[in-house]
């Protein structure tokens, strides 16, 4: 069993910058990649970013250039540096863990969730 708690969201301007921080606890052995999702009302959710263990990183088209994900494993915490955000970025961000490799999933674990909000 994984708990996975997020912090960092709030209100952004368009343009500004977030950084978003989860927590992981539990079986270490169930902590192998790791991912950020988010979900905007009425749309699907969409996993944004991903990382092995040994920080390997995948992107979604949407964010590449502008999100950069990472992780630190003696503290199981994974984090999302969130630069140059539109509008169109606002929605609950979600991270996830997995007991698997891959940086694209599947993911077994995920939190609550902190919402993102950016003006325009």
């Known amino acids: 069993q994984v708990q996975l708690v997020e912090s960092g969201g709030g209100l952004v301007q368009a343009g500004g910058s977030l950084t978003l921080s989860c927590a992981a606890s539990g079986s270490s052995f169930s902590i192998n990649a790791m991912g950020w999702y988010r979900q905007a009302p009425g749309k699907q959710r969409e996993l944004v970013a991903g990382?092995?263990?040994?920080?390997?990183?995948n992107y979604a088209d949407s964010v590449k250039g502008r999100f950069t994900i990472s992780r630190d494993n003696a503290k199981n915490m994974v984090f999302l540096q969130m630069n140059s955000l539109k509008p169109e970025d606002t929605a609950v961000y979600s991270c996830?863990?997995?007991?698997?490799?891959?940086?694209?999933?599947?993911?077994?674990?995920w939190g609550q969730g902190t919402q993102v909000t950016v003006s325009s």
């Open positions: 996830a863990s997995s007991p698997y490799g891959s940086n694209r999933g599947p993911f077994a674990s």
């Open positions: 990382i092995t263990r040994g920080g390997i990183t």
